[in-house]
């Protein structure tokens, strides 16, 4: 497909993204991790670089790069180094961080997502660990500045693309899924508030068929929103800048989410500034195939194979397939009530629509909807038998939606309380009136009704006219209060008026 072009031009983007590994301690000392505590409270000699420590590896770190690295079709290598990245900030205390460069533990792989109906695939270079540095605080004392080391020696994996990206929209769904996968097997939180799954963004622009443009990093972006914000603003800045006549500078760039504008902080190095060498105090990492296979064994269903079989055993497209696996527990969900129900799309539709709807409105996780498999089965059930409308069926879920009805349909059952899901269903329908009318005889006085009463329609509709139908139909439900089954009517008025 032809790349998109904006003003003539095409976008390139690449991404690092450093995912924060979920341990208890840091990747080569034994101080604990843990967000928002005293500063400088865990920490530990080797992460303040006292004289005479030596690092020593953290074996739950290594495991969760071997994760990501069979989650994402990767190489996962079976020797890897650890090198010197050479750079001076007040928060590095021992003046270079550990990291991989020539040989790092996960290499290749590749992420797919859809965008929209087409599915895309951003080809990866590189996963390789390394430490965090530490933090600089600015705001707490007047005209200081303050060094929190807690965040210092922290597992991350650096996450690195090849340039594949062509448009912003490409680089957000992209993001998404790389957080879903890594939050999905369970190596990170995906915390972006916290900045344990931050993104720099590196952006260009050039004309069709030239050579790749000059880049720009956008750093630490720690939100979707401001993501899609801070690319756009900087492919309008480059294009104008070249449009203008000024040739682009390699730089580091901020994003300003009270500005929306991105900022150059500082000239972007090349890995010849930081001077890497191999750190003499780490032998090579060693990873024997028993272990890459021990924790194939332990790997959760990926999403991807989620989605294969809810294609295959549920009969779903592949794009609803696709959305129900966004998370483990919304595809836990859609699994219990497709099988409670026995209506797979219904529960697709459902989930996509009024259950995605209202959590997202409302910001609650599906694990704790009040909504649960048992409930919108039971419901699907009842639009299914004719009990109730696909509206009423709206009303009954927006009912428990907010107030739970936990009371409803418990049973007493050996001294505990069991909740009966269709009890439930079948207490809010007949509290809100809501049972369909299925009564042939019923509906029958009611149409008769409404065709002596609409004379100018009937003769419409019997000139050819479609929207005289609809009209009538109408009428019918008005009559019935919205009770009739729309179906029923349509079948037994267009008998009627032959």
């Given at each position: 497909?032809?790349?998109?072009?904006?003003?003539?031009?095409?976008?390139?983007?690449?991404?690092?993204?450093?995912?924060?590994?979920?341990?208890?301690?840091?990747?080569?000392?034994?101080?604990?991790?843990?967000?928002?505590?005293e500063?400088?409270?865990?920490?530990?000699?080797?992460?303040c670089?006292?004289?005479?420590?030596?690092?020593?590896?953290?074996?739950?770190?290594?495991?969760?790069?071997?994760?990501?690295?069979?989650?994402?079709?990767?190489?996962?290598?079976?020797?890897?180094?650890?090198?010197?990245?050479?750079?001076?900030?007040?928060?590095?205390?021992?003046g270079?961080?550990?990291?991989?460069f020539?040989?790092?533990?996960?290499?290749?792989?590749?992420?797919?997502?859809?965008?929209?109906?087409?599915?895309?695939?951003?080809?990866l270079?590189?996963?390789?660990?390394?430490?965090?540095?530490?933090?600089?605080?600015?705001?707490?004392?007047?005209?200081?500045?303050?060094?929190?080391?807690?965040?210092?020696?922290?597992?991350?994996?650096?996450?690195?693309?090849?340039?594949?990206?062509?448009?912003?929209?490409?680089?957000?769904?992209?993001?998404?899924?790389?957080?879903?996968?890594?939050?999905?097997?369970?190596?990170?939180?995906?915390?972006?508030?916290?900045?344990?799954?931050r993104?720099?963004?590196?952006?260009?622009?050039?004309?069709?068929?030239?050579?790749?443009?000059?880049?720009?990093?956008?750093?630490?972006?720690?939100?979707?929103?401001?993501?899609?914000?801070?690319?756009?603003?900087?492919?309008?800045w480059?294009?104008?800048?070249?449009?203008?006549?000024?040739?682009?500078?390699?730089?580091?760039?901020?994003?300003?989410?009270?500005?929306?504008?991105?900022?150059?902080?500082?000239?972007?190095?090349?890995?010849?500034?930081?001077?890497?060498?191999?750190?003499?105090?780490?032998?090579?990492?060693?990873?024997?195939?028993?272990?890459?296979?021990?924790?194939?064994?332990?790997?959760?269903?990926?999403?991807?194979?989620?989605a294969?079989?809810?294609?295959?055993d549920?009969?779903?497209?592949?794009?609803?397939?696709t959305?129900?696996?966004?998370?483990?527990?919304?595809?836990?969900?859609?699994?219990?009530?497709?099988k409670?129900?026995?209506?797979?799309?219904?529960?697709?539709?459902?989930?996509?629509?009024?259950?995605?709807?209202?959590?997202?409105?409302?910001?609650?996780?599906?694990?704790?909807?009040?909504?649960?498999?048992?409930?919108?089965?039971?419901?699907?059930?009842?639009?299914?038998?004719?009990?109730?409308s696909?509206?009423?069926?709206?009303?009954?879920?927006?009912?428990?939606?907010?107030?739970?009805?936990?009371?409803?349909?418990?049973?007493?059952?050996?001294?505990?309380?069991?909740?009966?899901?269709q009890?439930?269903?079948?207490?809010i329908?007949?509290?809100?009136?809501?049972?369909?009318?299925?009564?042939?005889?019923?509906?029958?006085?009611?149409?008769?009704?409404?065709?002596?009463?609409?004379?100018?329609?009937?003769?419409?509709?019997?000139?050819?006219k479609?929207?005289?139908?609809?009209?009538?139909?109408?009428?019918?439900?008005k009559?019935?209060?919205?009770?009739a089954?729309?179906?029923?009517?349509?079948?037994?008025?267009?008998?009627?008026?032959?």
């Open positions: 497909m032809t790349a998109k072009l904006i003003n003539g031009y095409e976008v390139v983007i690449g991404f690092e993204t450093h995912a924060q590994l979920a341990t208890n301690s840091k990747i080569f000392s034994r101080a604990a991790i843990g967000f928002g505590a500063p400088n409270t865990h920490t530990s000699v080797l992460d670089a006292l004289p005479g420590t030596l690092p020593v590896m953290n074996k739950h770190a290594v495991a969760h790069a071997i994760r990501l690295g069979l989650a994402l079709g990767s190489h996962v290598a079976p020797v890897s180094i650890f090198a010197r990245k050479n750079y001076f900030y007040p928060d590095l205390p021992k270079y961080q550990i990291s991989q020539e040989i790092p533990v996960v290499q290749g792989g590749e992420v797919s997502f859809f965008l929209g109906d087409e599915k895309k695939t951003v080809r270079v590189r996963a390789h660990l390394e430490e965090d540095a530490g933090k600089s605080v600015h705001d707490q004392f007047p005209g200081e500045s303050g060094i929190d080391l807690n965040r210092a020696g922290t597992p991350l994996l650096e996450i690195v693309t090849e340039p594949d990206i062509r448009s912003t929209e490409e680089a957000v769904a992209y993001a998404k899924e790389l957080h879903k996968i890594v939050t999905w097997i369970g190596i990170c939180d995906g915390n972006m508030q916290e900045g344990n799954f993104c720099d963004a590196n952006v260009s622009v050039r004309k069709p068929g030239q050579p790749l443009g000059t880049r720009r990093e956008i750093k630490n972006l720690n939100s979707f929103r401001n993501m899609q914000i801070a690319i756009d603003y900087e492919i309008r480059q294009i104008e800048q070249i449009e203008d006549g000024y040739d682009i500078q390699q730089a580091t760039v901020l994003f300003n989410p009270d500005t929306g504008e991105t900022r150059a902080m500082r000239t972007k190095e090349d890995s010849a500034d930081y001077r890497y060498f191999p750190d003499p105090d780490l032998p090579p990492l060693v990873i024997a195939p028993e272990w890459v296979e021990q924790v194939k064994a332990e790997m959760p269903e990926l999403p991807r194979q989620m294969e079989r809810f294609v295959r549920f009969g779903l497209p592949e794009y609803d397939a959305t129900l696996t966004q998370s483990r527990a919304m595809g836990a969900y859609f699994e219990e009530a497709a409670l129900s026995g209506q797979a799309k219904l529960v697709s539709n459902w989930i996509m629509g009024e259950v995605s709807r209202r959590l997202n409105s409302e910001e609650v996780a599906i694990e704790t909807a009040p909504v649960q498999p048992p409930q919108l089965a039971a419901l699907i059930g009842r639009i299914v038998d004719n009990t109730i696909n509206n009423a069926a709206k009303q009954v879920f927006d009912e428990f939606w907010v107030t739970g009805n936990v009371s409803l349909g418990q049973i007493i059952v050996s001294g505990s309380i069991e909740v009966d899901a009890k439930q269903v079948d207490a329908i007949e509290a809100k009136g809501l049972k369909q009318m299925n009564d042939t005889g019923a509906l029958e006085a009611i149409i008769d009704e409404v065709i002596a009463n609409n004379a100018a329609n009937v003769e419409q509709y019997r000139a050819g479609d929207k005289a139908f609809n009209a009538l139909v109408g009428q019918v439900m009559a019935s209060k919205g009770k089954n729309p179906a029923q009517v349509n079948e037994l008025l267009k008998k009627k008026l032959g």
